[in-house]
């Protein structure tokens, strides 16, 4: 659809009135601002102050919901001015000898990033997903290299589960003066830098807004997909209605 504003009927009060984009939907100034904000812009999550839970020893992840306490306390901590997690999303904790080590994140990447489409050789974005959070807040050696093992296996398995057809892989951004060492021990491949340029939507048109962003270093991981089959064929149909059975569960996927 389009995101520019236009006049017309309001599809929410009928009223004629100078309308913008809403979910589908054209709607008028004032049926825009007396809409429920129910989870305060953050895409369903939100903070908490409840303090990390143990659970038993042993290194693995725990899928949890993007509104889950421990996970928000944690995201918001490492992205104090995040809007939250639009789009697909896979959460979660990370635990470790006893308590949660960190957590992280996967959910749609950015809409038509030629770098990212080109590097994939696809026209949809829905074949792959961004690494969106990682933090770990226990120092441990090999740690996160280990995490971001598992995390690929389970990412895949629970993308399968819930939208029946495997991924082609993950794509991330590391801003500096980090320099993405993790991906490199991880086998993924770097891309390039980003343009930096950052896109927001303004408030009271919903119009794309370019401002000056930071450039980013750009990695991207390919899945060995003779691993990954779905009734004997590869890749499965991404346009696919996703079966049933991907409800939450804290499957275990232990490090080697």
Known sequence: ???????????????????????????CRDCKNNRP????GNAGMFSSNQ????FEDGLYLERVP????????MFFEHYPGSKG????????????????????????PPSNYSIFRSYFKVESDNM???NNVFRIVESEHNLATRVMKIARERLQK?????????????????????????????NWDYLGM????????????????????????????KYKMSRWRLGGQIGGNPSSPAPKGGELAAVRVFAP
């Open 85 to 108: 997690i639009p789009g697909r999303s896979f959460c979660y904790l990370i635990h470790n000898n006893g308590s949660v080590a960190g957590i992280i994140g996967f959910n749609s």
């Open 51 to 54: 303090s990390v839970f143990s």
């Open 66 to 73: 993007k509104s889950d306490p421990v996970f928000g306390k």
């Open 158 to 186: 629970d993308h399968m589960g819930k939208w029946g057809f495997p991924l082609l892989g993950i794509v991330t951004f590391v801003e500096p003066p980090r320099t993405g060492a993790l991906y490199k021990a991880d």
């Open 194 to 221: 980003s343009k930096g340029i950052a896109m927001k939507r303004d408030k009271e048109t919903w119009e794309k807004v370019y401002t000056p962003g930071i450039k980013k270093f750009i990695y991207g991981y």
């Open 128 to 130: 792959f997903m961004a």
């Open 1 to 27: 659809m389009s995101w520019k504003s236009k006049v017309g009927l309001c599809d929410r009060c009928g009223k004629p009135a100078k309308l913008m984009p809403s979910f589908g939907k054209f709607i």
């Open 37 to 40: 904000n129910k989870m305060q």
